[in-house]
């Protein structure tokens, strides 16, 4: 009978490194840290899952369990969930931005809404700031190759096992570098946005109807009123209709 080597799943803070403790000189210009956390908090957990799992290993569910907590699809999702969430955030606050310069320059709402980041625009936006994420995703096809190995490896194939855990660590560490990646994808973002947001603060109303139609209006109003005072004699058809 095959002995196989216990599943031991590493502690993956350390290789997390600032998607745990952010270093850096500026904050986005969109809050990120708690989306950032919540990414952080959901990858200890999926370790601490695992762990849980290997410890109660008995049978080859059990370990086919391990192997799927701490495996592609678990780490997938989670950076997955991490960007939409991202993007989501982007496009409001352009959305917001767009809204308070139009109010500034007293857009009318019609023209507004043609400004605002539509459904198509929006997900461009979460597939822009997912661009980092390419050698993250192909660290979860070495994971998966690695755990492959590992699931049916012996007490004597200690290399499988090492391997798999040191895919675990590659995983963090290239999920770290996807989100400094979405970092400044999302700076990069505000910078795409930046032409059209300052076009529409430069917006100002057309001034031809106060050319074409109240400066006459205006004209005609006076004059009528001068009339009506006294001030000024009627032309004959007006004082006609008017009883003059």
Request: aromatic fraction near 6%.
């Amino acid at each position: 009978m095959k002995l196989l080597m216990p599943l031991r799943v590493p502690e993956l803070a350390p290789s997390l490194g600032r998607v745990i403790v952010p270093r850096r000189l500026l904050d986005p210009w969109v809050p990120l840290d708690d989306i950032r956390e919540e990414l952080a908090t959901r990858v200890l957990e999926l370790g601490g899952e695992g762990r849980s799992a290997a410890a109660r290993e008995s049978d080859g569910d059990t370990r086919a369990r391990v192997l799927e907590i701490t495996g592609r699809g678990a780490w997938a999702a989670a950076w997955d969930h991490a960007v939409r969430r991202a993007g989501a955030r982007v496009a409001d606050a352009l959305d917001a931005e767009i809204t308070r310069t139009a109010r500034t320059v007293r857009l009318p709402r019609r023209r507004l809404r043609r400004h605002l980041l539509s459904n198509s625009e929006k997900r461009a936006i979460v597939a822009r700031l997912g661009t980092g994420g390419g050698p993250f995703v192909a660290a979860l096809d070495e994971l998966e190759a690695a755990a492959a190995r590992a699931g049916d490896a012996s007490v004597l194939e200690k290399d499988a096992h090492a391997t798999w855990q040191e895919a675990l660590r590659t995983v963090a560490r290239r999920l770290e570098a996807a989100w400094l990646a979405l970092e400044a994808e999302v700076d990069a973002e505000r910078e795409r946005w930046n032409s059209e947001i300052e076009a529409l603060a430069a917006w100002r109303p057309a001034r031809w109807p106060i050319l074409v139609v109240w400066i006459p209006l205006a004209a005609l109003l006076v004059w009528l009123g001068l009339i009506l005072g006294g001030y000024v004699s009627a032309p004959a058809w007006l004082a006609s209709r008017l009883g003059f």
